[in-house]
């Protein structure tokens, strides 16, 4: 579920009251999503998706997260911009939260994409990479190499509560990876940061739109293929690597930006660091989610497993 904050029909149609939306029909709460509050509005003259932004994402990151979206769909890309009011303001507050009302993109997310869907999407985010040459924004990346260390002290031996030996692996691995770290040389641009199959909408095999830039930030621009590389490329336990859409989907990407010798050296590095990130924020929310709550928890081991496939000698407690 991905409905923490409900709003009342009163205050969404005295929200929608600024825009010039049409009428309220309908709202639906939206089932998929795990870090905002997502409605389906319907109105006489469109449909939309009202995003009433939860704790993960700051208020003050919106403007930036808003103007790369402006940037990339002015380009032509099919990415979701924030409506404007009358006014010509986009964000705004709903039930006391952040909150933006979105162009709604057609597609659905495939769980099993195919190697064509995959090589459409490595080329979709090959197309972003090229659209953002000339965007000026900048943005930490919060969830970036040095955020690792703190949030695995966070966790600290609590680690080994959701399986033994992980807190000793993902230390080591988080020696090794960040001591390999690149960074010279290498183009840093603002990245999507999460582009999973979930946030890659297709129509058949065609990308219809790009979702949820809410970990957007400036970083590496190989570490965004990286971390697709991981998303994609698994069964989701992460025991199974399935070399035809891993293939697929560089590609893709290599339609626009052919990898250089020393980023194919790299890649494996790059792509252990996005399973140390992922392992890191699902295992935070394993051991800070009470198993009742009406989330569902993501499974860090599923990604200790995937580490194990870029670099085999990281993962060596764990079974
Ligand atoms: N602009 C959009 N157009 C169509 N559907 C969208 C759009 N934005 C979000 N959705 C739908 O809402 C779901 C949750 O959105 P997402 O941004 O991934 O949420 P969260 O940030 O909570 O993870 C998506 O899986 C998709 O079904
Ligand atoms: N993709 C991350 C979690 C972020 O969730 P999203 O619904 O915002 O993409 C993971 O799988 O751990």
């Keep these: 579920m991905a409905v923490y904050t409900q709003v009342s029909a009163e205050a969404l149609a005295a929200f929608l009251s600024r825009y010039e939306c049409g009428e309220l029909i309908s709202a639906k709460g939206i089932a998929e999503g795990v870090e905002n509050t997502n409605y389906l509005v ?71 994409p195919t190697p064509t869907q995959a090589e459409a999407a490595g080329r979709a985010m090959a197309e972003m990479h090229a659209a953002v040459r000339d965007f000026t924004g900048m943005r930490d990346n919060s969830m970036g190499v040095a955020s690792w260390r703190p949030l695995f002290e966070r966790c600290g031996r609590s680690l080994d509560q959701i399986a033994p030996g992980l807190y000793d692996d993902l230390g080591h691995a988080l020696d090794v990876v960040t001591a390999g770290w690149p960074d010279a040389g290498f183009d840093r641009i603002a990245i999507h940061a999460d582009l999973f199959p979930d946030n890659v909408l297709m129509l058949g095999d065609t990308v219809s739109g790009l979702i949820d830039f ?98 085999s000698s990281l993962v060596t407690h764990v079974q």
């Excluded at 998706?49 to 769909?73: G, Q, S």
């Excluded at 400036?218 to 698994?234: E, K, N, P, V």
């Design 42 to 112: 319907d109105t006489t003259a469109d449909r939309f998706i009202l995003t009433l932004y939860e704790k993960r994402v700051a208020a003050d990151d919106l403007p930036f997260f808003m103007a790369l979206l402006e940037h990339l769909a002015a380009k032509g890309l099919n990415v979701p911009p924030a409506i404007k009011d009358r006014s010509g303001v986009a964000i705004q507050a709903l039930e006391g939260r952040p909150a933006c009302l979105i162009k709604f993109l057609s597609g659905v997310s495939v769980s099993h």
């Design 214 to 311: 809410y970990f957007a930030s400036t970083d590496l621009r190989l570490y965004d293929l990286a971390i697709m590389h991981t998303a994609w490329s698994f069964d989701a336990t992460g025991e199974t690597y399935h070399a035809a859409i891993g293939d697929a989907l560089i590609r893709g990407y290599e339609s626009h930006f052919p990898l250089q010798p020393f980023e194919r050296a790299a890649f494996d590095t790059l792509a252990s660091g996005a399973c140390i990130r992922f392992a890191l924020s699902r295992a935070w929310d394993w051991l800070n989610t009470p198993a009742d709550a009406l989330v569902t928890r993501k499974d860090p081991l599923a990604y200790l497993r995937r580490l194990a496939h870029y670099n």
